[in-house]
């Protein structure tokens, strides 16, 4: 079974719509970190942000905004009055601790276009 | 500071041939991860190490073998290439600062097995 899921495979929006990509986690441990990395057609990937699992409180930087809730295991990342620079491929991403490494699962990414 | 360095950024193999994929970090981190991506696929981890001397295997080990002989170097080796190793490879360092812990990822070597 995946631990990370992300149904969107590929959503396109116009420039200035609002679009959420979904992520649903799976995990038993209590201790486990969730993150949104970005990947633009360049090809690197940028890491955007890290959620521990103690911490629900939503959070904003600038454009974009982070929803975790434990009680559906999700962690969806919208992206607010959307621009063509945002066009990229969005992996969310699990680690949890096995043995002393925190291992890192990532779902199958969305591809987000976004169109002038 | 450079972070994550990979070489060679693109390289092309023939079925059978062997070769080695170099990673190096510069911010002293402990852990480092190997990665490959595949279309509709996401990441999947290959070789991992704790430290120096020490390394395990991820997902998807089989075919690649790895050392981790410094701090700052951790190879990825290919012994006999296959068309199936064609892929994105990624390495990654991994930031540890108290229980928190964030990966930095190099730039992706593309490998194309023919």
């Known amino acids: ?116 | 500071n450079a972070g994550v360095t990979q070489t060679p950024k693109f390289q092309v193999l023939k079925t059978g041939q062997s070769m080695t994929l170099q990673c190096a970090q510069d911010m002293n981190h402990e852990y480092m991860s190997w990665y490959r991506q595949d279309p509709g696929m996401g990441l999947r981890l290959i070789h991992y190490s704790v430290g120096a001397g020490i390394t395990d295997q991820g997902e998807v080990p089989n075919g690649y073998n790895v050392s981790r002989s410094t701090t700052e170097d951790f190879p990825l080796r290919l012994l006999s290439a296959a068309p199936s190793q064609t892929s994105v490879y990624f390495c990654a360092s991994n930031e540890v600062t108290g229980i928190m812990e964030t990966q930095y990822f190099g730039p992706g070597t593309r490998l194309l097995v023919l």
Do not use: M
């Open chain 1, 1 to 116: 079974a995946q631990k990370v899921t992300q149904a969107q495979t590929e959503i396109s929006v116009v420039e200035k719509e609002d679009v959420t990509l979904d992520c649903v986690y799976e995990t038993r441990d209590t201790t486990y970190y969730l993150f949104w990395y970005k990947q633009p057609p360049s090809g690197e990937l940028v890491f955007l942000i890290r959620r521990n699992s103690f911490d629900e409180q939503n959070e904003i930087s600038g454009r974009y905004s982070w929803n975790f809730q434990k009680s559906t295991s999700s962690f969806n990342f919208t992206i607010t009055a959307s621009q063509v620079v945002d066009s990229a491929v969005y992996f969310c991403a699990l680690s949890e601790a096995e043995g002393n490494f925190n291992k890192f699962y990532f779902g199958s990414g969305t591809k987000l276009n976004v169109k002038p």
